[in-house]
């Protein structure tokens, strides 16, 4: 069996996001900033407005943009948070100090602090500190809400542009909130394979990736929740043991039995798996493939 790769931290999607959303409208909606502190300047992306502008104002809301959370306050501000690749919020009680040097910045409050860490030496996560509606627009990527969105608007915003259904999938413009490892687990569901292009797609195929997004964001969701500890998601990764195929590469498909494969790129790699998906033919990997040469199988079977 091939050696699964080692799984870095993954960008927070659409369940996780939605769980940290739940939990904060529950936690700080209707309650007073004591303070806002910056520690990681890096972390600040605009200027517009000061951190200090937060002190005393009233958290009105919480909302998600894409992969996005937003606290919304009085008089029209908003709060921005993007955790990228391994950015994660914590929630600590009154009197815990922020954790050393992960803690990038943090919302103080009379019943706890909200804190915004990182892990690694990479600083991508990011807060926007924004006034008007006009401003926290420019956020909003005009993806369509996978778990609202219907089925003709669905094959609409699928057939508007020609790319892989993973790319479609994954284009915070086409859809919101998904990423690589639930587009590899709606890919299995669907049973379609991650390179098709979205053109070829036929109406019934169409009808059954739209099933299976809904399905698997909505029971990952659920499952998501019953994890929660002390009704805060304090443990988000984008692997689980539970997935089909996602950061499963080499192990055993549950459905086939088939060993599930991968095509690397760049920092990523999707997952699938061949007799499910590809009707048993294996993509190329760029880093396997290319190294193999004549010796790279062009089937299941032949793996």
């Not at 937003?70 to 929630?91: E, F, S």
């Not at 909003?140 to 508007?160: D, N, Q």
């Not at 413009?173 to 394979?193: K, P, Q, V, W």
Request: charged share 25%; aromatic share 6%.
């Amino acid at each position: 069996m091939p050696r699964p790769r080692p799984q870095a931290p993954a960008m927070p999607e659409l369940p996780d996001v939605t769980l940290y959303v739940d939990a904060l409208r529950g936690r700080v909606v209707g309650r007073v900033v004591s303070q806002l502190v910056v520690r990681n300047t890096f972390v600040l992306r605009s200027v517009a407005v000061p951190p200090s502008a937060w002190t005393g104002r009233t958290i009105s809301g919480v909302s998600r943009f894409g992969k996005r959370i937003v606290l919304h306050g009085a008089d029209d501000h908003h709060l921005v948070i993007h955790l990228m690749i391994a950015g994660r919020l914590r929630w600590l009680a009154p009197g815990k100090k922020p954790p050393g040097k992960l803690a990038l910045a943090w919302l103080g409050l009379a019943h706890g602090t909200l804190v915004l860490t990182e892990a690694g030496s990479k600083r991508r996560a990011s807060i926007h500190l924004v006034q008007g509606r006009d401003a926290l627009a420019e956020f909003a990527r005009g993806g369509l809400e996978p778990l609202e969105v219907g089925l003709e608007a669905f094959a609409e915003r699928l057939r508007s542009e020609n790319h892989t259904i993973k790319r479609s999938l994954t284009d915070p413009t086409m859809f919101s909130g998904i990423g690589n490892a639930y587009s590899d687990e709606i890919l299995h569901r669907a049973r379609l394979g991650p390179l098709v292009w979205t053109s070829r797609l036929t109406d019934e195929e169409i009808a059954q990736l739209h099933r299976a997004m809904r399905e698997v964001l909505v029971e990952w969701t659920e499952r998501l929740r019953g994890e929660l500890v002390d009704g805060w998601p304090a443990k988000v990764t984008a692997f689980h043991e539970a997935m089909a195929v996602h950061g499963r590469y080499g192990k055993l498909c549950p459905v086939c039995d088939a060993p599930v494969q991968r095509i690397r790129y760049a920092e990523n790699e999707t997952n699938y798996c061949a007799r499910c998906q590809t009707g048993g033919r294996l993509l190329a990997d760029r880093a396997l493939s290319r190294l193999l040469r004549d010796d790279w199988p062009r089937s299941i079977d032949e793996w």
